[in-house]
Every structure is written in C-alpha cells, then in structure tokens.
C-alpha cells in the first residue's frame, strides 16, 4: 500500500529564509508524486507535479521539487521565502495503472513565515 | 472548464441522524472522484474513491458510504452519524495529471 510521510508539522521562517520540507512515500513501483498548497481560506491547488523525466521540478511561485527515487522522497524547496507563502503544504502520491488511482496525501506541514 | 461543484458548504446535525453530501464534476467524462476528510494535524484522509459508476472503494472503516449513481456524481452517506464524523469534507476529482477539489463540507455533528 502507498503512503506519505511529512516530518515537518510546523514550520516558522522569517522572510527571505530558504525553506525545504520533507516528503517521504513509501510505494516501491512507478509514482506520481504531487505537491499542493492551501493558502488560509482557500481551496487546496496545485503547486508542482512530477511523472517523469527530470527529477527536479519546477512550480509556481518559485517553488521547486527533486524527485529522489533512491530515497524515496520527493522534498519541496524555495530559496527565500515570502510573507504570502505562508500556508499548509501537502504531499501527495498516486500510482497509476492497473486500476490503482488512490491519490494519497501526507498530514501536510503548516508553514508561517515571519514578517 | 471543468468545475465540481459540492453541497452544502455547512452542515449541523444531531447525533444519530442520516448524512448526505453531494459532489457533481462538470465538463468532464468518466473522472476519478475522491471523498477526502481533513482534520487539523492529520492532513488529508482518503475515505473513498471511484474510478467508474457503481465502483467504490473504501479506504478506511467507518461509519461512512459512499455511492456514484451516475458518472459526474459522487454521494458521502451516513445512515446514523456520530459525533466523531464532525469534521471537513472534501470531494475531488481527478483525470490525467491533476486533482481538483470542490469548496468542502464542514460537518458538525452535535
């Protein structure tokens, strides 16, 4: 059975840090791996995706992702931080095919960047 | 465009009482649905999902069900809640590479 693991549960930043928050799955066949976000308020959207190719990826707002199949983690990065960026992140995995489209979350990581 | 639409935005029902949520997608064909519950601290809990009409898979136990009568429409029932099925829902839909989520039901059992 697929699953996520995120570590981080909170995370504080001040403005301009770089960030990089754990994302872990525990699938061992081919995955799709997903990073959402969902801003105080708002619907869950969507931030970066990775299916293959590349292993780094790149999103909105400045957000990227590398995609380590050795590790098993899919770890979501920015190098500074906004104010605006403050959120709950959420990773996510789906292993397609064989009529397995489970699309399974992590707990997610609350992040608040400090002014 | 697609765009699913799920009713209502809140609910308060006493102890005991049937549950239905509604979740229809439109502009699309043959979508996977997902019924999801979010909770503080324990992110996003995939209670059911369907990749086709009158197939449904159950994730967890509990005293939930979930039904797609028709391709577009995905219904959470419960037939007698509890005060533990307080909480978020969520239904999505997914076709391709990318989920989509509807407003959510916060769901208030007192």
């Known amino acids: 059975a697929q699953s996520v693991s995120q570590h981080n549960h909170h995370v504080i930043l001040s403005e301009a840090a770089s960030l990089e928050l754990g994302c872990n799955y525990s699938?061992?066949?081919?995955?799709?791996l997903f990073w959402y976000v969902q801003y105080p308020g708002q619907h869950l959207q969507l931030l970066l995706k990775?299916?293959?190719?590349?292993?780094l990826v790149k999103g909105i707002k400045g957000f990227e992702a590398e995609f380590i199949k050795s590790k098993f983690s899919f770890n979501l990065r920015k190098p500074s931080v906004q104010w605006s960026d403050t959120a709950e992140y959420f990773c996510?995995?789906?292993?397609?095919?064989?009529?397995?489209?489970?699309?399974?979350f992590g707990t997610g990581t609350r992040l608040t960047i400090i002014p | 465009s697609q765009t699913i639409h799920q009713w209502p935005a809140t609910l308060v029902q006493p102890v005991g009482s049937p549950l239905s949520l509604e979740c229809t997608v439109e502009?699309?064909?043959?979508?996977?649905l997902y019924w999801y519950r979010q909770a503080a601290g324990r992110g996003l809990q995939l209670l059911f999902y369907?990749?086709?009409?009158?197939?449904i898979s159950s994730e967890v136990p509990q005293n939930l069900s979930a039904s797609r009568p028709q391709d577009r429409q995905f219904i959470l029932s419960s037939k007698k809640l509890l005060l533990s099925d307080s909480g978020f829902y969520l239904c999505?839909?997914?076709?391709?590479?990318?989920?989509?989520f509807g407003q959510g039901t916060r769901l208030t059992v007192v």
């Open positions: 996510a995995v789906r292993s397609p095919g064989f009529g397995n489209e489970k699309l399974t």
């Open positions: 699938y061992g066949g081919t995955v799709n």
């Open positions: 502009g699309t064909s043959n979508p996977n």
């Open positions: 990775y299916f293959s190719g590349d292993p």
């Open positions: 999505a839909w997914c076709r391709g590479s990318e989920a989509f």
């Open positions: 369907s990749v086709g009409i009158g197939q």
